[in-house]
T-cell receptor, first 108, second 114 residues
Framework: AQRVTQPEKLLSVFKGAPVELKCNYS??????LFWYVQYSRQRLQLLLR??SRESIKGFTADLNKGETSFHLKKPFAQEEDSAMYYC??????????FGQGTRLTINP | ETGVTQSPTHLIKTRGQQVTLRCSSQ?????VSWYQQALGQGPQFIFQ???????GRGNFPPRFSGLQFPNYSSELNVNALELDDSALYLC?????????????FGPGTRLTVT
């Protein structure tokens, strides 16, 4: 069965510190993985996907098939990064399996 | 370009009743997916509609059903409501066959079952 695990429900770091939000998955095929973000009073939106291998708002995520992980990283956190972050796996044709989410708080 | 809209924003129903939630997809999108998000949890996939046909279903009972219309808008119907159906229901639209894999989410409908 496909599953996404985000072990931390809450994560708090200081502004300027590095951030790493953990995501582990289980999937029998070739996974397609995403990070979605929900800022306060906004709707859920795509942050990045592993295929594009791009950096969005300073965030990057590398797919590690050996460790079945897709951790989200940013070297220097900013206050505007405070949000709810969801790791998601596509079952195909964009049928997403989401993790429980991690609430990231950046302290000034 | 019009974003995904959902109606109503909130509603309260009694156990055993039926409810219909509505979603208008983003302009140009042909696929609609529905998710249930219980408090403190991530969204759970209910089902997806493409070209007015159900195209995949999550682990939800048959009392959860849906429709997609020729204009790609969609409805989610839930019969015989249970207390555990209380949740935020999210609709997301996307363009199947396009170059982007992004799903665009609506603001959600908060359903409370008493």
């Amino acid at each position: 069965a496909q599953r996404v695990t985000q072990p931390e429900k809450l994560l708090s770091v200081f502004k300027g510190a590095p951030v790493e939000l953990k995501c582990n998955y289980s999937y029998s095929g070739s996974p397609e993985l995403f990070w979605y973000v929900q800022y306060s009073r906004q709707r859920l939106q795509l942050l990045l996907r592993h295929i594009s291998r791009e950096s969005i708002k300073g965030f990057t995520a590398d797919l590690n098939k050996g460790e079945t992980s897709f951790h989200l990283k940013k070297p220097f956190a900013q206050e505007e990064d405070s949000a709810m972050y969801y790791c998601a796996l596509s079952r195909g044709a964009q049928k997403l399996v989401f993790g429980q989410g991690t609430r990231l708080t950046i302290n000034p | 370009e019009t974003g995904v809209t959902q109606s109503p924003t909130h509603l309260i129903k009694t156990r055993g009743q039926q409810v219909t939630l509505r979603c208008s997809s983003q302009s140009g999108h042909n696929t609609v997916s529905w998710y249930q998000q219980a408090l403190g949890q991530g969204p759970q996939f209910i089902f997806q509609y493409y070209r007015e046909e159900e195209n995949g279903r999550g682990n939800f009972p048959p009392r959860f059903s849906g429709l997609q219309f020729p204009n790609y808008s969609s409805e989610l119907n839930v019969n015989a409501l249970e207390l555990d159906d209380s949740a935020l229901y999210l609709c997301a639209s996307s363009l199947r066959g396009g170059s982007s894999y992004e799903q665009y989410f609506g603001p959600g409908t908060r359903l409370t079952v008493t």
